[in-house]
């Protein structure tokens, strides 16, 4: 079995900045394409980021000047870097993978987690 948990999703004021991450857990041999989504009361869920096991990165255009997605490989975790939070960023924060290979060889396709609520208000 394969679980995402996020975790870092808080009450803020615009303005501030948030740290989320993401683990991959179980018995785990290697995680693909690791992303961030976010899905706002009302709307649909939308693209954040993405990483590639590589470190190429892909945002959303309106996210890229104040989010930054990382990742820890060797623990199988992703990381979003979210500053200058604006009320519209008010959303859950969903982490996803579309591959994970566990040690005994089986895969396990496009992974979600339960997401992470981020509320940003003055």
């Known amino acids: 079995q394969v679980q995402l948990v996020e975790s870092g999703g808080a009450s803020v004021h615009p303005g501030a900045s948030l740290n989320l991450s993401c683990v991959v857990s179980g018995d785990i041999f290697a995680v693909g394409i690791m992303g961030w989504y976010r899905q706002a009361p009302g709307k649909e869920r939308e693209l954040v980021a993405t990483?590639?096991?590589?470190?190429?990165?892909n945002y959303a255009d309106s996210m890229k000047d104040r989010f930054t997605i990382s990742r820890d490989t060797s623990k199988n975790t992703a990381y979003l870097q979210m500053n200058d939070l604006k009320p519209e960023d008010t959303a859950v924060y969903y982490c996803?993978?579309?591959?994970?290979?566990?040690?005994?060889?089986?895969?396990?396709?496009?992974?979600w987690g339960r997401g992470t609520q981020v509320t940003v208000s003055a």
């Open positions: 996803s993978t579309d591959t994970v290979c566990v040690k005994n060889g089986d895969f396990y396709y496009n992974q």
């Open positions: 990483i590639r096991r590589g470190g190429t990165t």
